[in-house]
């Protein structure tokens, strides 16, 4: 398993009323997948420039597509261009992989009523290894989901993650969430400004 879907697991298996905002995830998905290339030599980092490594192949679809967006970006990317270009819908991406997986399912219905409800994440050995990480407060992973899940205070201060580089990688994810949730703020109140003269 793959930081990244490890992310995904754990985010997607919050409660309803507790959802990831699905552009928060796709910039923290991208950050985990920074991570994950970083671990098995397939980029490194020059200050906070992406340089590609040596292609290699993961064994993971989504991973192994990211590497092949490396070709033809150079050193000239930095870590936030990366989280802006390759997370636009990542979310949507890794459902869908978990999906193909059959890592989603439909809850049990009653009588003979059609499913019209949304498709959950399943039991599986997948997720509960994922949940288990996160428990464990294992610090990249957490400081991942915390910074998707804005306005969800961690119950403890975390441990922070060792290395330039990674903490290179989650300053940019912090950053780059921390400016999309600006943009959504000022999207929203320029929205109720036109609706309010409009109401006149």
Avoid: C, K
């Avoid at 930081?3 to 990831?20: C, H, N, Q, Y």
């Avoid at 009523?113 to 050995?125: E, F, I, N, T, Y």
């Avoid at 060792?162 to 703020?185: C, K, Q, Y």
């Amino acid at each position: 398993m793959t930081t990244a879907r490890d992310l995904a697991l754990v985010a997607l298996g919050r409660p309803a009323d507790r959802p990831v905002e699905q552009g928060n995830l796709s910039l923290a998905l991208a950050g985990a997948e920074v991570i994950d290339l970083l671990e098995i030599e397939a980029l490194t980092l020059n200050g906070d420039r992406v340089v590609p490594g040596l292609p290699v192949a993961t064994g993971d679809r989504l991973l192994d597509e990211a590497v092949a967006t490396l070709a033809g970006h150079g050193s000239h990317e930095t870590v936030e261009d990366w989280l802006w270009r390759r997370g636009r819908d990542l979310a949507a991406a890794y459902v869908d992989d978990l999906q193909r997986s059959g890592l989603f399912t439909r809850p049990r219905r009653h009588g003979l009523q059609p499913w019209r409800g949304r498709s959950v994440l399943a039991d599986s050995p997948e997720r509960t290894r994922a949940e288990e990480r996160s428990a464990s407060g294992e610090p990249v992973l957490t400081a991942l989901i915390d910074a998707a899940v804005v306005g969800d205070a961690p119950d403890e201060t975390p441990e922070t993650p060792t290395g330039d580089a990674v903490t290179t990688v989650l300053a940019a994810v912090g950053d780059a969430v921390t400016r999309l949730e600006a943009l959504r703020l000022r999207r929203d109140v320029e929205s109720a400004a036109f609706d309010n003269v409009w109401r006149g």
